[in-house]
């Protein structure tokens, strides 16, 4: 009777070492692989809209913007091979931003990183309400012409 319980406890710890998995690494049979062309967008601050080409070894793919001034719109993503279109807004601030697009297909996931560049910095910065009118003797050089200017000093 021994023998028979050291057999069966023996059998079920050998079931359970088979149950346990490798890693996981994404590079056993049957892992879905996405690949994606261009693998970054660099937009310029006036924005425009991009095509990145996807193929995936799964049969059904998305995707999707991380970014508000990012839009996306998949085609064909039914297929393994696809496009999406990604519409880059107009960047108001003087700083670049960035944001990216994912695309998934089963749990596999590649992202697309989209850099924007900063607008241009204005010429001059007048407070609502306010309009410069004088501004042509500023613009050439770092000092002001004397013959253009004249002044008077009185006597005390």
Known sequence: MKKLMFHTLL??????????????????????VITASP????APADGGTFFVSVKTTGKEWGAYANGDFINVTSENAASATGTIT??????PSVEARSGSVTVMS????K???VNQAAAEKPAYNAPDGYT???QDEFDSGNELN????????QKS
Request: charged content about 15%; proline content about 2%.
């Open 11 to 32: 059998l079920s710890f050998a079931v359970a070492l088979c149950g346990c998995g490798g890693g996981g690494n994404g590079d056993e049979p049957g892992a879905i």
């Open 146 to 153: 004397a013959q253009d200017w004249t002044h008077e000093v």
């Open 106 to 109: 089963g749990a596999a996931r």
């Open 39 to 42: 693998e970054s967008i660099d």
């Open 111 to 113: 992202t697309i990183a």
């Open 86 to 91: 990604v519409k880059v807004a107009a960047n």
């Open 132 to 134: 410069l009118v004088w």
